[in-house]
């Protein structure tokens, strides 16, 4: 009985020896970090290589090929204009298509973030356009922002934001099937919401400061009301319902993310909303995006209005995590997370590597096999479906002043 035992247990040894598993990081909420292998792969294929500070950007089919396109601010900030690129040939070839060399009334573009979305519910993606000096240039100037009218590209105004506009979004929060649009600035540490009455009637339905605001924010149900919330820099905004006029209520999710002090890298996030678990209420990624000493982390809440928030732990430690997006890579039915340091950021923080990682979900939201996508960094990263093929590809930046703008074609369907 007891050479049973014994062979049983060189078994079990032998088993674990040719293991994926390298290494395992237990945090207090019990997570794990595998590192092995995936089964992901990605080739590159390059979009321009003379991009000129492309941080606003967003992914979309502007012309209805069914192919994912690019649109951005180029220059940000600096006198560049607004466009897209469109893809072709399976993402093979690139073509730049301008809508405007300056903003409407003259002066340039510039802002922190862009979206597009179906505005006049005509069928097709409509773009933002964001008047402002720049970040650095016109610190407490107003925003004057714009939507861009597609096909044709007629510009009309939406309204103001009182200062430059880090983050924002396009979704229906009252459920009357028409896009609103919140922001975030940094200076002033304001929030707001723009409510569409029509595609050419906008009215600012409300704006008021919160403590420390600054950068990181996703939508999502995060209540399990059925409206859509707010998530940014380690709060949510829970949404009025009606007319967004009402209490905009502000909770805490972890103070950790936005009670820092300091230079402008303060309370600097980036942040996902994804429901994860299934229970109908959208969790809340979050990674430091200037900072060194911070985790990738997921939040869950039984009860977002009452409850504590618990923090899960994907990684350990990432300095610099200018990119959180939470997609299912691999395709097997559940979400995974990408997560990425900006390189020049990083540089600054003493690191010499600056590596981009595929969080793996192995069917828990607890275990995750790592991984590795490059090591030259990403900056403001975004997952789309570039072919229509079904699986999501990476669009990236390595920094923020980086001349490289390229697609990572996922090659599980090839």
């Known amino acids: 009985m007891q050479g049973k035992k014994c062979i049983k247990t060189r078994q079990m040894v032998h088993q674990i020896r040719h293991l994926t598993v390298i290494v395992c990081f237990m945090a207090f909420t019990g997570h794990c970090v595998v590192l ?57 070839s690139w073509k730049r298509h301008i809508i405007a060399q300056e903003a409407p009334g003259g002066g340039t573009f510039a802002c922190g973030d862009m979206d597009i979305g179906d505005i006049d519910n005509d069928g097709d993606l409509d773009i933002l356009g964001f008047k402002h000096p720049g970040e650095w240039d016109g610190e407490g100037d107003p925003t004057e922002i714009f939507w861009f009218e ?15 506009i880090k983050n924002l979004n396009l979704t229906d929060f009252n459920r009357d099937r ?4 919140v922001v975030i600035t940094y200076a002033e540490n304001k929030f707001a919401i723009f409510r569409q009455d029509s595609p050419k009637s906008w009215v600012k339905a409300k704006e008021f400061k919160i403590e420390n605001l600054h950068e990181g ?8 009301d059925g409206d859509t919330d707010v998530a940014t820099n380690g709060y949510w ?11 905009w209520k502000v909770h805490d999710i972890d103070s950790k993310w936005h009670n820092q002090s300091g230079d402008w890298s303060k309370n600097a996030t980036k942040v996902f909303c994804r429901d994860i678990t299934g229970d109908g209420r959208a969790e809340v990624f979050i990674s430091h995006s200037e900072r060194k000493g911070y985790p990738v982390s997921w939040y869950h809440s039984r009860d977002p209005r009452q409850g504590r928030w618990t923090e899960h732990i994907i990684a350990k430690e990432m300095a610099a995590a200018h990119t959180l997006q939470v997609f299912d890579m691999d395709l097997d039915g559940d979400y995974d997370v990408l997560a990425g340091m900006n390189r020049s950021r990083a540089k600054a923080l003493g690191l010499e590597k600056w590596p981009v990682f595929v969080y793996v979900n192995q069917s828990n939201n607890q275990l ?14 975004q997952v789309g479906d570039l072919e229509g093929d079904g699986d ?9 002043d980086a001349k490289i703008f390229e697609v990572l074609v996922n090659q599980i369907k090839h």
């Not at 601010?73 to 466009?83: E, K, P």
């Not at 924010?217 to 399990?224: S, T």
């Not at 995750?368 to 990263?381: A, D, F, L, P």
Request: hydrophobic share 35%; no cysteine; glycine share 16%.
């Open 36 to 92: 092995g292998q995936s089964g992901l792969s990605f080739s590159p294929i390059r979009i321009e290589d003379n991009a000129n500070l492309w941080w606003a950007r967003a992914l979309g089919d502007i012309n209805g090929d069914g192919l994912l396109d690019v649109v951005l601010q180029n220059n940000n900030g600096h006198g560049g204009w607004l466009g897209w690129y469109e893809a072709q040939n399976a993402g093979k």
């Open 392 to 400: 999501y590809d990476i669009f990236r930046l390595p920094t923020h």
């Open 237 to 247: 905004v829970e949404n009025p319902g009606g007319d967004l006029t009402g209490n």
């Open 368 to 381: 995750w096999q790592r991984y590795r996508v490059t090591e030259v960094g990403i900056y403001n990263g």
């Open 178 to 181: 028409k896009l609103d649009l």
């Open 150 to 164: 597609n096909p044709g590209w007629k510009h009309h105004r939406i309204g103001q934001a009182s200062d430059f």
């Open 217 to 224: 924010m996703d939508v999502g149900d995060i209540d399990g």
